[in-house]
């Protein structure tokens, strides 16, 4: 493929390393002088300092013959400015734009929904862009998943399946310390798979023969009614969340309360907590230090205490009863204050805690901080990015730690050369591992054997070394 991509921060020149490690052609394209001299000394890639939003600058990269135009510059206008004129001349390139103001997102999404009997025909995309992705939605997606499973570690959910992978660290003296994978299967009976182990922040595929210490992290396929119990087997348990404080009442926080408010109706995982059941619930906080913030949110949500105060005070903390919560969720907007309020809050006995930090690299600082759950955010922009360019057959992706490995969900189809054929036959270890599939026309997936077979149309969920996904993609999803 090759892809345009406008915008050398941090998320551009992400997007641009995975791509260029997956083989495809990248062009970068920013108008700062240091960050272009900064992208051209990491980068093997075609590197441009002018405007993005130039049609001219476009076309010398290449745009006519790209595949996708990527836009994560810092200005929302501009990124959606040069994919409305991309599409005008060239409509047939996938366009992504980055965009952090919540309106253009919100009016976007509401106009497609009320006008989505037109999309669905021949009807030109808003503003000439395919995909809206917007950080704070994102990130707020993946901490109500986190909160869905107990917070027990980053959870990975697919459609609406039932099975799951959680990320699980393994504690001393527990049932899985010092023995092989191997060995496990005879410790329960619970049907799970393990599908990465993690030591010291690099993550691997596992093997009948690898060794699970404590100090390890696994990443576990099951189903969600399981993963309590093999939460259990690692040394650790999950509780139900009675009660709940959230700190940062700004956007995220908001999405996440309007999130798990919505949840809450839903029959999916109403075991896990019901702090919103109460007409005016006092099980679930939101502390925000700033007055404005904090009056909107008690306007927004009259049936939630809303607390404007400094939540690092230690008397407020032990005053309103917090220290005594299952679950803190610090998702601010200054993301070095989220792990340290996590690991504060812990140590005057807040259960479990659930941190918004900025990167993977954080995300690793935090969990030795003592925090339960880190939220990478750009991360989280990358990885949605990253599944749209993978082509239709690919429904999701999903990096693993610092990016070593990645999940992914395909459809196999025609051409693939796994259809027709039984897992065994197929298998590589050490490049890949299938996880689970669900047959074509049926909703539910199903944890694989080695005599598993796939056809056309079958969907599959695989984890693979991040730089041989593409190659493994190609395999199983067919060269579109």
């Known amino acids: 493929?090759?892809?345009?991509?406008?915008?050398?921060?941090?998320?551009?020149?992400?997007?641009?390393?995975?791509?260029i490690n997956e083989k495809n052609q990248v062009a970068l394209i920013d108008n700062?002088?240091?960050?272009?001299?900064?992208?051209?000394?990491?980068?093997?890639?075609?590197i441009i300092c002018d405007d993005g939003?130039?049609?001219?600058?476009?076309?010398?990269?290449?745009?006519?013959?790209?595949?996708?135009?990527v836009c994560v510059t810092k200005s929302d206008e501009v990124n959606m400015i040069t994919c409305s004129l991309v599409d005008a001349v060239y409509p047939d390139i996938l366009k992504i734009a980055r965009v952090r103001n919540y309106a253009y997102?919100?009016?976007?999404?509401?106009?497609?929904?009320?006008?989505?009997?037109?999309?669905?025909?021949?009807?030109?995309?808003?503003?000439?862009?395919?995909?809206?992705?917007?950080?704070?939605?994102?990130?707020?997606?993946?901490?109500?998943?986190?909160?869905?499973?107990?917070?027990?570690?980053?959870?990975?959910?697919f459609d609406d399946s039932e099975l799951e992978?959680?990320?699980?660290?393994?504690?001393?003296?527990?049932?899985?310390d010092g023995i092989s994978l191997k060995e496990v299967r005879v410790k329960s009976d619970v049907p799970f798979l393990v599908a990465y182990v993690e030591k010291d922040g690099i993550a691997s595929l596992p093997s009948g023969n690898t060794i699970i210490t404590s100090g390890t992290t696994i990443g576990v396929l099951a189903s969600?009614?399981?993963?309590?119990?093999?939460?259990?087997?690692?040394?650790?348990?999950q509780k139900e969340l009675k009660k709940v404080a959230l700190v940062g009442a700004g956007r995220i926080g908001t999405i996440i309360t309007e999130k798990l408010r919505s949840a809450q109706n839903s029959s999916s995982f109403p075991k896990l907590f019901n702090f919103f059941a109460q007409k005016k619930t006092q099980d679930f906080v939101?502390?925000?230090?700033?007055?404005?913030?904090?009056?909107?949110?008690?306007?927004?949500?009259?049936q939630t205490r809303v607390l404007c105060a400094d939540a690092s005070d230690e008397n407020l903390i032990r005053e309103e009863g917090i220290n005594t919560f299952d679950l803190v969720i610090c998702c601010t907007h200054n993301h070095e204050l989220n792990m340290?309020?996590?690991?504060?809050?812990?140590?005057?006995?807040?259960?479990?805690?659930?941190?918004?930090?900025?990167?993977?690299?954080?995300?690793?600082?935090?969990?030795?901080?003592?925090?339960?759950?880190?939220?990478?955010?750009?991360?989280?922009?990358?990885d949605s990015i990253m599944s749209h360019l993978r082509g239709k057959a690919v429904k999701e992706i999903h990096t693993v730690t610092t990016g070593d490995l990645e999940i992914v969900e395909c459809e196999i189809t025609a051409n693939s050369k796994v259809s027709g054929k039984l897992v065994k036959e197929v298998s590589d270890p050490g490049s890949f591992l299938v996880l689970m599939y669900k047959k074509a026309g049926i909703n539910e997936y199903s944890i694989v054997d080695g005599n598993t077979q796939f056809f056309a149309g079958d969907h599959v969920v695989l984890i693979a070394k991040s730089d041989n996904s593409s190659k493994v993609l190609s395999f199983f999803g067919g060269k579109e």
């Open 224 to 237: 969600k009614q399981n993963i309590s119990e093999i939460s259990k087997l690692c040394g650790s348990e």
């Open 165 to 176: 992978i959680a990320r699980m660290p393994v504690f001393k003296d527990s049932i899985f």
């Open 340 to 382: 340290v309020l996590a690991a504060y809050m812990e140590s005057l006995g807040v259960g479990q805690s659930i941190a918004l930090v900025e990167s993977a690299q954080f995300a690793a600082i935090a969990e030795k901080l003592g925090v339960d759950v880190a939220i990478p955010l750009r991360d989280c922009v990358v």
């Open 53 to 69: 939003n130039s049609l001219e600058t476009l076309e010398q990269v290449g745009i006519a013959k790209a595949d996708a135009l």
């Open 286 to 302: 939101i502390i925000d230090s700033d007055e404005e913030r904090a009056q909107n949110a008690s306007e927004r949500f009259p």
């Open 105 to 157: 997102y919100v009016n976007t999404a509401e106009a497609r929904k009320k006008h989505s009997s037109d999309f669905s025909k021949n009807h030109r995309p808003l503003y000439g862009i395919d995909y809206m992705i917007h950080p704070d939605v994102e990130a707020a997606d993946a901490i109500v998943q986190a909160v869905e499973n107990g917070a027990v570690g980053n959870v990975l959910t």
């Open 1 to 19: 493929m090759k892809i345009v991509i406008v915008g050398a921060g941090f998320t551009g020149i992400q997007l641009a390393k995975l791509l």
């Open 32 to 46: 700062d002088e240091d960050i272009v001299r900064h992208a051209a000394n990491i980068l093997d890639c075609t």
